[in-house]
């Protein structure tokens, strides 16, 4: 037996065959052409080619896997309407008379070497497409057949990487699992896996090797491991861990409907943390009782340019008239960081986390800021709405949010524009400063969302984008418990209340202590929303103070 270790990043035991999965090596010669206009026509041909193979992928993908994943397909489609890149390819057959084939591997090389050179992550991930869309060039240049699907039933696909034109051609029914030597967490196979639910390990290193091909394995999702022809009692240790699993999930379905109460009798609200209308559906089906945090920004993230009123405003009726009078909180805008967006043109920081993001970026353009203001207080008379700022550091920033809504309100009002009387206001509490001041800001406001992942940060000083700073990372530092229970009872002395919208509220090692402190909400990925009912069902918190004192 042979074990490989990686990062799991969706969970799920995977049982199967290895399909190993070669991108096929096209030997591309430098070849001297006689005549360099009829070469760029065969090249724009080919280009014609591939737009059209890119829209009927972009067509299953939609329906496969829904439009956020499908639309990897539109950016390549746009990608090959690139000038530069176009340019590039035309350049380099016409000045020195070379083959189409060879211009476009020179034009591959010299992108993918600039976007991973590039310091923002999302970039460096798009020289995967550069090389996906070059090498679709290529085949229909060489006049090769598409591969259409490398799948076969219970395969365990592995490869060195994925690029996301090879994932979508998947039968994702035949498909156990993925496990990638490279890849990282934000990568698009590592999203489809988890959209598809599919378990996946990715980042094994250079172990994972094609004479594993058609080998049995077992890939574990939760736990990043990966064994290849695994002995008896692997086997039946992972088997086991698969029909528990599989029992956990079933079970875990007669928890719809039921409330979340402790043995004791305490309560506590669960709600869905979305990024977006695709994530709607599985608010639903998990039963979520409401959403806690709507990260807006992902509506700026996937536009091209400023969405406008309209768009936004049709988008918040959405959820709320989905959710159906449950409440829905929507975060306003928190770009900067790691979350930029070429059309905000923001200045190149030392320190981005610390730098120009969220509500600052809102208070310093208020036109931008009231176009937002202004679509969720009209979409309110559609249903619960409570609106939340996130990284406040200070009173005099929702004394200046404050006085931006109620100009929203007068223009709505004198317009005749609807929109309701009571939408709770929040602050997110995701900075020391704010918890230390949160005895001053909850008399400012209507509640406390704490955003643990920036708490987090902010407190331990770790960058939470920079993978190797997660072994220094203790996510249960007595620091930063004693900073939630500090704004939690903050919260209660003003009579207002206060949630976790951060990953550690579903963190089900500290539900006891989240309960103990009187925590009135957790939002929680929708998948996180049954095994979190099921841990608050399961827990006694009669002796709250010795539950504290064991955290703190
Ligand atoms: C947080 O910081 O905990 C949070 C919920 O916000 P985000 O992860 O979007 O920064
Ligand atoms: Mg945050």
Redesign the pocket.
Known sequence: MKILHGKGVSGGIAIGRVKFHKRENMLIKRIHVENPEKETERFRKAREITISELKNLYEKALKEVGKANAQIFEIHQMMLDDSDYLESVENIIRSQNLNAEYAVSVTCDNFTEMFSAMDNEYMRERSADIKDISARLIKNLMNKPENTDITEKNSIIFAVDLVPSETVQMNKSEIAGFCTAEGSANSHTAILARTMNIPAVIGTGSELSEEFDGMEAIADGFSGTVYINPDEKTKSEMLKKRDDELLKRKLLQNLKDKENITPDGQKINIYANIGGLNDLGSVLENDAGGIGLFRSEFLYLESSDFPDEETQFRCYKKVLECMAGKKVIVRTL?IGADKQIDYFKLKKEENPALGFRAVRICLANPDIFKVQLRALYRASVFGNLGIMF??IISCDEILQIKKIISEVKNELKSSGIPFSSDIETGI?I?TPASVMISDILAKEVDFFSI?T??LIQYTLALDRQNPELEKFCDTHHKAILRMIKTAVENAHKNNIWAGIC?ELGSDLELTEFFLAIGTDELSVSPSMVLPLREKIRNTHIENKEDIIKKFI
Do not use: Q
């Open positions: 928190d996130p990284m997110m995701e955003g992942n920036d951060g």
